[in-house]
Structure formats: structure tokens, C-alpha cells
């Protein structure tokens, strides 16, 4: 099903005025950005902390340091493995690679030692750009296994004026290393110099983004410029954003979200990006009402977060009138809260990273519907030039309301994996992305998301979804975050295990909990198990790590068998 589709009952839900295909405007991601310095030079593009830098600021310390990386060896097409949290030296290393004509690749700040190597040793990055922290606390190792040719090492407080006045750089402080390049030294070192202009294409590879690795070794997807170029689009078009809307960068620059839905949407725009370091609630709440923020998208425990702040009614979020989450499925009950708690309704998004962020929105100005039968609130519609179908094991179309599996086709579709032609031909097939998963279209084209097809929980030979489970206890006041998956069971092969968090100040017994999702649940999908948890492992863009829990606890089960 495509949205270009002259008989696609849900066209009805768009404004006259919203085209229904996007033309590609530039033939580069680079070429996106080079066109806004001859816009609005001067207009501001990162507001981090108390500091502005303008779209020509960026420009002048991106040449310059482009010419760095090719006078130390970085070679068109090379690999430049970016290691940082959300501070404005990403998007100068971005635009700078791309000036040197070679790849980003990008690296979780979480990473530790054994995954920087694996993302290193696969990617075949020959230069990093780092965070000092964690130059001193990982690629300091790393060197020491794997030839990194050229180290650029940078610091959060880099950039801002009175870093003592933003209590999360508090505990922040400057380190210096031998052997290592600084970031600012080496733009100081190159000021002035542009590098001889490079032709890069829509197909060729912008940055390599590593999956995450929940069914096997981590993947690098090759989105390519035409991907960024097509994805930043849509976010523009679809959202109605224009340069006098401000992004709040919430999720983490490393991630295929914050690529997209921040940097390349900044760069196309321009509009100005709000970076603050590394998530944290108050301080986020703090920069909306600093910069008259207007737009983000981030996962939903990044807005759980931020109703639960300690600081939550002292900040002016008024600012705020477009608000997009994605990444994984939404608990109507938090959208509600949220909406009760600042006014604001949390539409959905869909992608992946192997889809460079959206296939579907939420088209701005109307509410998800809610699946009567699953529970799941839709998580949009296609978006301009995209395919999706649902299809069962056997690759058969399904028709509305059957749940199979989600698969995609347009142009910010990935071609595939970077070097794994096997993976590439697992996941890519005959012009569909196989997204892995679980859902459903409804009668009007709206798709539900419910779950991930590895998570489906066979209790008895019951099928259980975790989310539709989670949802329900999401519905209790007192839970703030809640997590399912399946543990092993001697009679039903597996039964439910639910992890639950706790809102400030409030708390539920076992029973009380087992009992409200018995009014919400079939018997068998009624939690056996529930274990409370201070606080839930997240990836770095927020989301629950299921699989870390599975982990742990099948761990604990073999400790207690033995």
C-alpha cells in the first residue's frame, strides 16, 4: 500500500495542501546543507547551553576541519567513526566527513571496549572523533588492539560560556591526552582553508548505523544521501516545519532518530538544533523554555521521563506545539498523561534504522486510532512514496485487521547491509524490507505495531504479546515504566514475567497489580511473575532493553536450579 495511491482511503485524513510525493531537491545531504549556507548564512543553527553558532559558524569550523582529516590521511570513502554524546561537534564531524568525501560512522556513547572494537574492526574506520571521557575510558584501550590512524578528542564543555551554571555539566572536566588531536586546536590549526569540493551522489553512502544487534552481531546499515536527503523531507513536509520552528534534540545524535529528525532536518531547514550534552529531564525542560523550542521526537521514556522530572512545573514548555515519538510501542495511558501533564498530544512515527528513520506518521492534527482487538494505538500511515503491506510466513499479502509480519519499500530504504551480502539477502527481498515486525492494517490504512516477532511469549500453547500486557499495567496509576517477556516454566513451557517501575512517591503490591490486569486480561496473559526494578535498562535512545531482563533472568533461574 503506497500513499500516492489515487484510491487509499485514508488520503482523507490530509490537508488539501500536503503533496502526496516529494521530489528530491538536492543530490546530496551535503549539497542539502551547502544550499542553506547560501539561504540564511547567519541564521542560527545549534543553541547548546548559553551558545549560539550560526549556519556559516558551522560551515567555516566544518571546512576546516575537513581539511584536517585529509591532511592526516583520511582518504575519499574512508571511515570516520564519530564517539560522542549530543554536543554541536557532531554535526561539524558529520558535515566535515562529508567534506573530506568520506562515511560517518556512528558509535553509541554507551559502547564499551568490545563494541567500539566489533563497530571498528567491521566498519574499517581509520579515525575516530571522540568525547575525552571516553577516549580515556574506552578508545584508550582500543588503540591499543586496533590501528586507528587519526584520534580527534573534544569535550562537552567545549562551546559554552558559564558551564557551571547547568547542573549537568557540574560534574564535567577537561583532560589531556598525548597523541591525540583536539578537536578545537585542529579547526584552529586549518581556519581559513576550504577543501576541494567532492561529488557525492544520492547513492553514495552518507553514515553507517549499527543495529543493535538483539538477534545476532550488530549490522551496519548503509544510508546512503539519497536516504537523508528523502527522510529529512519528509519530516519537513509531513510535520510542517519551516525555519521558524525549533528542534529540541532529545534522542541521541548516534542514533538513526536524532541523524534525521535532528541534524539533517536542521541542515535542510536551516532551523536552529537545542543540544544539552546528554539527556537528562530538568535540563531538557530547562532548554525548552531557554530556546522557545517548537518540535522534537524521542522515545516515549524520554516524555515518561520528563512528566516524572523534579522540575516539571518550573519550566515553560509552552513553546512546544509539535511533539513525535517512535522507536517503540506507545501505552495509550502515557500518551494521556502526557497530554494531561503539558498539554501536548504525542503523535506516533515508524521506522527503523535500516529504513533511515519514517515509513509512517501520524499526519499532523489527528489522533491514533486505537485497534479494538489488540489494544495497540495506530502508529501511522504511510508517508510519501513508501510501501507497506502486511504478509504472512509464506510471504501472502494480508488483507485488513490479520496481524503478520511489517514490510516496507521506498526511497529511504537502506540497500543493505555494509560487507554482509548474507544479511542483506535475509532482510531485503524482492524490494521489501522485512522490518521483523508484528502487525496489523486497518480498513482506513492506518498500521498497528504489536510487538517484535522474537518477544511473542507461548504460554500453553497461548500466544502472548508483551506490549499489549504492558499496556494494561501502564494503565495503573502508580506504574511508571513497565517491561514483559517470557521466563521458562516447568508446566507451560513459558509463562509472563512483568518488570515494573514506579511514579515518585507511589507504589502497588503484587496483588494489587496481578488483580488489575486480571480486570484488563485474559487469564492467561495475566502476569505470573512481577518484579520490581528501580529503573529499566534502556539503550541510549530510550529504548527497553527486553532482552537484558530475559537475560538476567535466565541467569538467576540456573543460579537457583544449581
Known amino acids: 500500500m503506497t500513499n500516492n495511491a489515487t484510491d487509499a482511503p485514508w488520503l482523507a485524513l490530509f490537508d488539501d495542501d500536503l503533496p502526496q510525493e516529494i521530489d528530491y531537491e538536492h543530490s546530496s545531504a551535503l549539497e542539502m546543507f551547502l544550499a542553506s549556507v547560501k539561504l540564511a548564512p547567519e541564521a542560527p543553527l545549534v543553541r547548546y547551553f548559553d551558545v549560539t553558532l550560526t549556519v556559516s559558524d558551522i560551515d567555516r569550523m566544518s571546512d576546516a576541519l575537513a581539511v584536517g582529516l585529509i591532511d592526516k590521511g583520511v582518504q575519499p570513502g574512508g571511515r570516520v567513526a564519530v564517539y560522542l554524546q549530543n554536543v554541536p561537534q557532531y554535526l561539524i564531524a558529520m558535515l566535515g566527513i562529508w567534506k573530506a568525501g568520506g562515511i560517518m560512522v556512528s558509535i553509541n556513547p554507551m559502547y564499551r571496549h568490545r563494541e567500539v572494537i566489533n563497530i571498528i574492526d567491521d566498519s574499517g574506520a581509520s579515525a575516530i572523533i571522540c568525547l575525552e571521557s571516553l577516549y580515556q575510558d574506552v578508545v584508550a584501550e582500543v588503540r591499543k588492539e586496533r590501528p586507528i590512524d587519526v584520534v580527534v578528542c573534544t569535550s562537552e564543555l567545549d562551546f559554552v560560556q558559564s558551564p557551571e551554571s547547568f547542573e549537568v555539566l557540574k560534574d564535567s572536566s577537561r583532560r589531556s591526552f598525548a597523541d591525540v588531536e583536539d578537536f578545537l586546536d585542529l579547526i584552529h590549526e586549518y581556519r581559513g582553508q576550504t577543501p576541494d569540493p567532492v561529488t557525492l551522489t544520492l547513492n553514495d553512502v552518507a553514515f553507517l548505523t549499527y543495529t543493535s544487534g538483539t538477534t545476532g552481531p550488530a549490522k551496519g546499515a548503509m544510508n546512503t544521501h539519497g536516504n537523508v536527503v528523502f527522510t529529512a523531507q519528509a519530516y519537513r513536509d509531513w510535520i510542517k516545519l519551516g525555519r521558524d520552528d525549533v528542534i529540541l534534540g532529545i534522542a541521541p545524535l548516534f542514533h538513526i532518530t536524532g541523524l534525521i529528525g535532528h541534524m539533517a532536518l536542521a541542515i535542510l531547514g536551516p532551523m536552529p538544533l537545542v543540544l544539552a550534552y546528554r539527556f537528562d529531564a ?141 544479511e542483506t539477502a535475509n532482510a531485503f527481498r524482492d524490494g521489501w524490507f522485512h522490518t521483523g515486525d508484528v502487525g496489523l492494517m486497518d480498513g482506513d490504512g492506518w498500521f498497528y505495531v504489536v510487538d517484535r516477532k522474537k518477544d511473542q511469549i507461548n504460554a500453553s500453547g497461548y500466544k502472548v504479546w508483551p506490549r499489549e500486557v504492558e499496556d494494561a499495567l501502564y494503565e495503573h496509576p502508580a506504574v511508571r515504566e513497565v517491561a514483559v517477556i517470557g521466563v521458562p516454566d516447568q508446566y507451560r513451557g513459558e509463562t509472563v514475567k512483568a518488570f515494573v517501575s514506579f511514579r515518585p512517591g507511589q507504589s502497588a503490591t503484587v496483588e494489587e497489580l496481578k488483580a488489575h490486569s486480571r480486570e484488563r486480561l485474559a487469564a492467561y496473559k495475566v502476569p505470573r511473575e512481577i518484579e520490581f526494578i528501580e529503573e529499566l535498562p534502556k539503550t541510549a535512545s530510550g529504548k527497553i532493553l527486553r532482552r537484558e531482563l530475559r537475560q538476567a533472568s535466565t541467569t538467576s533461574s540456573q543460579g537457583g536450579a544449581a
Open 282 to 422: 530538568n535540563s531538557v525542560l530547562e532548554m525548552i523554555e531557554r530556546w522557545n523550542a517548537t518540535f522534537t521526537i524521542g522515545a516515549i521514556t524520554a516524555f515518561t521521563a520528563l512528566m516524572n522530572a523534579s522540575e516539571a512545573d518550573r519550566w515553560d514548555t509552552s513553546s512546544m506545539k509539535k511533539v513525535y515519538t517512535g522507536g517503540q510501542p506507545v501505552p495509550a495511558a502515557t500518551v494521556e498523561s502526557f497530554e494531561k501533564k503539558f498539554g501536548l498530544y504525542i503523535r506516533q512515527a515508524y521506522g527503523l534504522t535500516e529504513t533511515t528513520s519514517p515509513t509512517h506518521f501520524v499526519p499532523l492534527g489527528r489522533r491514533s486510532p486505537v485497534d479494538s482487538t489488540s489494544g495497540c494505538l495506530a502508529v501511522g500511515v504511510p508517508i510519501f512514496n513508501t510501501g507497506a503491506q502486511v504478509i504472512d510466513d509464506e510471504g501472502k499479502v494480508l488483507g485488513a485487521g490479520e496481524v503478520g509480519e511489517i514490510v516496507v519499500s521506498g526511497p529511504q530504504v537502506v540497500p543493505g547491509y555494509w560487507q554482509n551480502p548474507e
